[in-house]
């Protein structure tokens, strides 16, 4: 069975499908506009989120600059601390139980446990 190439150029994304004369690539075919939709909104709430800090860190009157980054949330996190040559890492946590952070993962055990510099957990 020959397949195409489709390609969507979104506004900065590139989606790449294979289509051929089933109804499932048909399916496929209309599913970059849901991932569109999606992708837009999660951009949406970073730059909500963004401006939130930015906003505390202007009454605070703190130095500094956000970067976000697409990946493991602890491996992102460790990966600009070194870039920005961070001495100290401050992270939040949700509380899980040791059940649950062993089923779920925990942001922070990984930091801890991967950092080369001091880290805070703080925890309400």
């Given amino acids: 069975m ?26 496929a075919f209309d599913c970059p506009a849901v991932v569109k939709q999606l992708l837009d909104e999660l951009e949406k709430s970073v730059k909500d989120l963004e401006d939130k800090y930015r906003e505390k860190v202007q009454i605070k009157g703190i130095d500094g600059k956000f970067r976000t980054g697409a990946g493991k949330p602890g491996e992102v996190i460790l990966k600009i601390a070194k870039e920005e040559k961070a001495t100290m890492i401050i992270t939040g946590t949700r509380g899980l139980g040791k059940i649950r952070r062993t089923i779920l993962g925990s942001v922070s055990d990984y930091i801890i446990h991967h950092s080369n510099v001091p880290v805070l957990v703080y925890r309400c």
């Avoid at 020959?2 to 499932?24: C, K, M, T």
């Fill in 2 to 27: 020959a397949e195409d190439a489709g390609v969507y150029l979104g506004s900065q994304r590139v989606i790449a499908f294979g289509i051929d004369n089933s109804e499932y690539a048909e399916k």
